[in-house]
């Protein structure tokens, strides 16, 4: 069995939303973003939740408040800092909350919280190793190919020199830590509910195997499908479904 190493950082950050909340948090929601983004693209979806659930955010080097760190994190780091900052916390019931890359990451965190943890919800994912991520390298030609697929990517950064290359350099670190996340995840088993959310016209993520979830948890697992690509979670017509689907996670 693998060691879980303690992070040295700091990435756990809380969201806007709860700076000043007069309301003790009752439940913890941890969210966990998309490669090459931080959990502050999420922030339309957590804004609505009550002001009794704390939301923390994990920021990777690269991004956001992190931004004038280098790229590229280790999984024993993530899991590392679960342990460090999030376990170190008031204990609260908790649940994880990750889209791409970051339903990988999430799985893993629930896994390890054990207990503490009350449900899942992962997005835009499909579980384990896939022919793409096998295939996929943290090439620069890879990952500018993967932002072109993906979309979600702002014209003005793909043509700015300057901003792509750091995204890009940002996207080859998340391209490695996605593939370290898969290795052995066959082998992983939770025990809470699940929620899967897709969209059926995602170019990275096919949907139809997204009832694979089922087979990683011992829980109930509702696998839900939206019309949109890769970031319909965000699309305006879905988020109300989305937020929908926290709140009722959230409530177990």
Partial sequence: MSTVKSSS????????????????PRL???VFPHSGAGPNTLFPLVEPLPDDVEVLG???PGRERRFGETPGCRLDEVLGSVTDEVLGRDPLPTVVFGHSLGALLATRTAHLLGP?????VVSGQVPGRTRRRAHATSSEEDAVRLLRDGGGTPEWVMQDPDMLAHVTRVLRADIDLSREAAVGFEDIRLDVPLHVLGGTADPLVPHEPLDGWADHTT???KVRRFDGDHFFLLADEHRGAVVDTLREALAY
């Fill in 9 to 24: 950082t700091a990435p756990w950050w809380p969201l806007l939303r709860l700076q000043g909340a007069a309301v003790a």
């Fill in 28 to 30: 913890r929601l941890l």
């Fill in 58 to 60: 994990l920021s990777l």
């Fill in 116 to 120: 503490h943890c009350r449900a899942a």
């Fill in 219 to 221: 829980g109930p697992c």
